[in-house]
Nanobody, 124 residues
Framework: QVQLQESGPGLVKPSQTVFLTCTVSGVSIATNHYFMSWLRQPPGKELEWLGAIEPSGSIYYSPPLKSRTSISRDTSKNHFTLQLSSVTPEDTAVYYC????????????????WGQGTQVTVSS
């Protein structure tokens, strides 16, 4: 059974960097056939795709956020991570990791597996 679990700081101050981890169980992040994505949903807004990493290590970013986003993976821990720098209150959202065959989709139905999400609040 494939499961994803996000973890993160919860509350960060403006201008700081958010570090989020998605721990995957039930499938290897080095050998699966999915795009391993990060998405977020701000309060009252639609789901936004942030970026993804493939088992091969190829990385893709959403163009509007590319300058502030970094995705990586640790195959020994079977997890992948998201760093979002220079955060502002507009980055407040529930952040999700998900596995799916499509790149950059913002439709929940196009992902096979989702984490429960982790709230990130940016406030001084």
């Amino acid at each position: 059974q494939v499961q994803l679990q996000e973890s993160g700081p919860g509350l960060v101050k403006p201008s700081q960097t958010v570090f989020l981890t998605c721990t995957v169980s039930g499938v290897s992040i080095a050998t699966n056939h999915y795009f391993m994505s990060w998405l977020r949903q701000p309060p009252g807004k639609e789901l936004e795709w942030l970026g993804a990493i493939e088992p091969s290590g190829s990385i893709y970013y959403s163009p509007p956020l590319k300058s502030r986003t970094s995705i990586s993976r640790d195959t020994s821990k079977n997890h992948f991570t998201l760093q979002l720098s220079s955060v502002t209150p507009e980055d407040t959202a529930v952040y999700y990791c998900a596995l799916g065959p499509m790149l950059s989709s913002t439709s929940k139905h196009e992902y096979d597996y989702w984490g429960q999400g982790t709230q990130v609040t940016v406030s001084s």
